[in-house]
């Protein structure tokens, strides 16, 4: 894997071949990663895997055609032979009169932040197998717990880089670490699984993996003996494992492919109220050691702290630079993009701002309802807002959580769900997508 300096030197070798080739314009990505990751089960090592790949993209302009073409050989001279082919590709491609690099005058100038996303640390194989082995016995030593599907523990290390022929250069390291635990509960057909996980940027502040452990644990001998609801419209409570699933679909619906190809249920919703009163969705790329941080996006633009809902109201889409040329706009600084084709738009470090209430006082008042913990399958219609997804939890029964529950759906429209959440005071910054606990009123739950 390369270091930024080199990455961007064989970038550079890159954007001077296709211009050699014949290119009017072109950008070049590289991403290059590393990782280890070890597995254990009924305290016993399964695997130990090391995985390693860097790959270059290079994306080549002919007017308003384009191509794109990728190498895993980085040699100057593969290089030059993978930006000739982007080239006679470009020459033969349709068209396209959005299609082009980011404006010019809108590249990050000067320093990209440092935002600490390598700490630098290579724990060893026999560190991560400890760690693995540390979550699975905490899981396994939860009474009721009776087998398990392991532990794990992983560390990696990536290197993005890229460079445009407009004159933008940078690149970025970061360290990732990952712990898991997943088990079973009871017997035969009443077994109950579940699990739990944790990532970091630095591997120091990666959550202890006993406490990993013995989440999973306690979460899977909860769920013995699950009943199932009537159907009915009841409140729902979304814990915060699944609640950020919700802004998910939220960011899905104000992308600008979504926006532009009209296929989107929020197409006509810009400036007006999408969610309640008090509600804010923050996207944050700047945030020290943030699981998505970045300091510049897919396109070589600043990135800046954004409230896509302020109080309530849409605010804006995420754009990169061809559907913002199409809806008449400027890009957005939201450009995501690998080394295979043409830039996305997407969010990075993402969250709901808290509420006041806490979760216990957002359910007081509930005599009958039902608290999510687990959602399955991906029943969302994108054009319409429809919402229909099979879920697991707890019922709630006068304000308190009670017996646990399978095998029901809950089915809404979006629309009328974003505008009836009502979130806790419960925020952590765990993963790349944030939310507190929520609670919706008015969803359906059909059961047995």
Not at 86 to 99: H, N, Q
Not at 216 to 239: C, M, N, S
Not at 341 to 354: D, E, I, K, R
Request: no cysteine.
């Amino acid at each position: 894997m390369l270091k930024v300096p080199q990455a961007l030197d064989r970038l550079s070798s890159a954007l001077s071949a296709a211009k050699a080739a014949g290119a009017d314009a072109a950008d070049a990505i590289y991403v290059g990663d590393g990782s280890t990751a070890v597995s254990v089960r009924l305290g016993k090592l399964e695997e130990i895997g090391r995985s390693e790949g860097e790959e270059i993209g290079i994306r080549v302009f002919i007017g308003q055609r384009s191509a794109s073409v990728s190498s895993s050989d980085l040699s100057p001279a593969a290089l030059a032979v993978a930006a000739e082919r982007a080239v006679a590709m470009a020459r033969l491609a349709p068209e396209d009169k959005w299609a082009g690099l980011a404006p010019e005058d809108m590249l990050l100038k000067g320093q990209a932040a440092e935002l600490d996303l390598d700490d630098g640390a290579e724990p060893s194989a026999e560190q991560l197998r400890d760690i693995a082995m540390a979550a699975e016995d905490a899981a396994r030593a939860i009474p009721g717990v009776t087998n398990s599907e392991g532990g794990g523990a992983s560390a990696g290390r990536a290197v993005m880089a890229l460079a445009t022929s407009t004159g933008f250069a940078a690149g970025k390291p970061s360290s990732s670490y990952g712990t898991s635990a997943s088990v079973l509960a009871g017997e035969g057909a009443e077994m109950q699984r579940d699990y739990a996980w944790h990532s970091a940027r630095h591997f120091a502040d990666l959550e202890a993996a006993e406490a990993i452990g013995r989440r999973a644990g306690e979460r899977a001998v909860r769920r013995l003996r699950p009943i199932k609801l009537e159907t009915a419209a009841l409140p729902i409570i979304f814990d915060p494992r699944v609640s950020s699933s919700l802004i998910g679909h939220f960011v899905g619906a104000i992308t600008g492919s979504a926006i532009t190809r009209g296929t989107s249920f929020l197409k006509d919703a810009l400036g007006t109220e999408v969610f309640a009163a008090g509600i804010h969705i923050i996207d944050d790329p700047l945030r020290l050691r943030g699981l998505r941080s970045r300091s510049f996006d897919g396109e070589g633009l600043p990135v800046a702290r954004t409230a896509l809902i302020e109080n309530g109201v849409l605010t804006g889409w995420l754009l990169d630079a061809a559907s913002a040329r199409q809806l008449g706009l400027k890009p957005t600084g939201h450009a995501a993009r690998g080394t295979s084709g043409p830039p996305g738009a997407g969010t990075s470090n993402l969250h709901m701002a808290a509420g006041s209430l806490s979760p216990k006082a957002l359910m007081a008042d509930i005599k009958r309802g039902f608290y999510v913990t687990e959602l399955i399958g991906m029943g969302v219609n994108g054009l319409t807002g429809d919402y229909s997804r099979g879920a697991s939890g707890f019922l709630i029964e006068d304000g308190e959580l009670t017996s646990p529950v399978a095998e029901v759906t809950i089915a809404g429209n979006l629309k009328d769900m974003f505008k009836a959440m009502v979130p806790a005071d419960d925020l952590l910054f765990r993963h790349a997508s944030n939310a507190p606990t929520i609670r919706i009123d008015g969803m359906t739950i059909a059961g047995a």
